[in-house]
């Protein structure tokens, strides 16, 4: 692949990025990622959000331009006018009505418009909101030039629901081994969170970074925990870290199946405090698009656990090899890898290892970063 530095050094064309950035989960650390790297390739680029939250604030600090507009109709018009203007833009959108806002532009003006799709609309919404979002989505989709998935597992879907071939491209997201270690270095001498939260010292500590959404599945995890009170005499807990819709139901849940034993971190910043302390980290999703929090945990040298499901088999390609999969909803399953894993420190640094270095090799934000700046090139060309 060209050096995204060849491609066009002082690009005339200014990528806009379009996400709502309610969050800062892993859309958000996707398109910041994207954004540096189009900086350091010398392509123009900002954001504009619908909320001013976490996501815009690091974005400032990383020096971008963040536009913060919450009303679809005043974005609309805000955009229109500069293309209007003359400004040649390719806008770059994520989420459902980010999506409708870029395209909606691109159909008024004629500017390109880029959509990368981060999960599976399926699972994300449900009921009748579910199918009105599929629907816009569904009806709204050929006024993307490109469309972007963030594996090739999510590709494959979603071709198989009719999206155009020759639209579709793959990009991952990206991480680093040089980025997780200055992060952590960052973090030494801060407190410790895990007895903040008053996990115990000497127990193990499996984590789990996601949202608190069904699709999560965390109650298969919780299960899996339950059923594996302690091994080689050390108590086994888990930590959750994320917030959203399902966490009273799961704070109940936890408290039933294994009370004293499962802890909510809540949404947090320094996600490496967390897994700097962690033995085991586990993600029982139903879907995934990719899973940027496994990556993240693998290049920070924790093994993963992870659902035989979607972008995770491109994360964690090799069972038993890069980390360990199984089936989507298993609890047992999930006790069984998990008891595997603590019970031997020998095959827990294995799998680490070995799933730090291909994460560090193949899931690189260096590889993402070259991806999109071919994409906007062939785009402006």
Not at 64 to 74: D, L, N, P, Q
Not at 223 to 230: G, I, M, Q, W
Not at 268 to 291: I, N
Request: aromatic content about 6%.
């Amino acid at each position: 692949m060209q050096n995204p530095k060849e491609l066009r050094p002082h690009a005339p064309y200014r990528v806009i990025q379009i996400i709502g950035a309610g969050e800062y989960g892993g859309a958000e650390v996707y398109v910041r990622q994207m954004m540096i790297g189009m900086r350091e390739s010398g392509i123009a680029t900002e954001a504009l959000v619908f909320y001013d939250r976490t996501f815009a604030e690091k974005l400032r600090g990383d020096g971008f331009a963040v536009t913060v507009e919450a009303s679809f109709i005043r974005a609309f018009r805000l955009l229109r006018e500069r293309v209007a203007g003359g400004e040649q833009l390719i806008l770059h959108t994520h989420g459902v009505k980010a999506s409708l806002l870029g395209r909606a532009v691109g159909e008024r003006t004629g500017v390109h418009v880029v959509t990368t799709i981060h999960s599976d609309l399926a699972l994300d919404y449900q009921g009748r909101k579910g199918v009105f979002f599929r629907g816009l989505e569904r009806m709204t989709r050929g006024m993307s030039m490109r469309i972007v998935a963030v594996s090739e597992p999510l590709a494959e879907v979603l071709r198989q629901r009719g999206y155009e071939r020759d639209r579709l491209r793959v990009i991952a997201p990206g991480v680093t081994l040089a980025e997780v270690r200055d992060s952590a270095r960052e973090a030494v001498g801060r407190v410790d969170t895990i007895a903040a939260l008053g996990m115990p010292e000497d127990a193990w500590v499996i984590v789990c970074v996601a949202r608190l959404h069904a699709v999560k599945d965390h109650e298969t995890l919780i299960r899996a925990v339950s059923a594996l009170p302690e091994v080689r005499d050390r108590a086994v807990t888990l930590l959750l870290v994320g917030e959203g819709e399902e966490r009273e139901r799961l704070e109940v849940l936890g408290a039933s199946l294994a009370p004293g034993r499962v802890f909510f971190a809540g949404a947090v910043d320094q996600v490496d405090l967390y897994l700097a302390r962690a033995d085991v980290f586990v993600l029982t999703s139903r879907m995934e698009g990719f899973g940027l929090a496994v990556a993240e945990a693998m290049v920070a040298g924790l093994p993963v656990i992870v659902s035989d499901v979607g972008g995770l088999r491109q994360v964690v390609p090799e069972s038993g090899v890069h980390g360990i999969r199984v089936a989507p909803g298993d609890a047992d399953g999930f006790g069984a890898a998990l008891r595997e894993l603590l019970e031997s420190d020998e095959r827990r640094s294995q799998i680490a290892t070995q799933g730090q270095a291909y994460a560090s090799t193949h899931l690189s934000t260096a590889r993402m970063r070259a991806s999109a700046a071919q994409l906007y090139e062939e785009i402006a060309r």
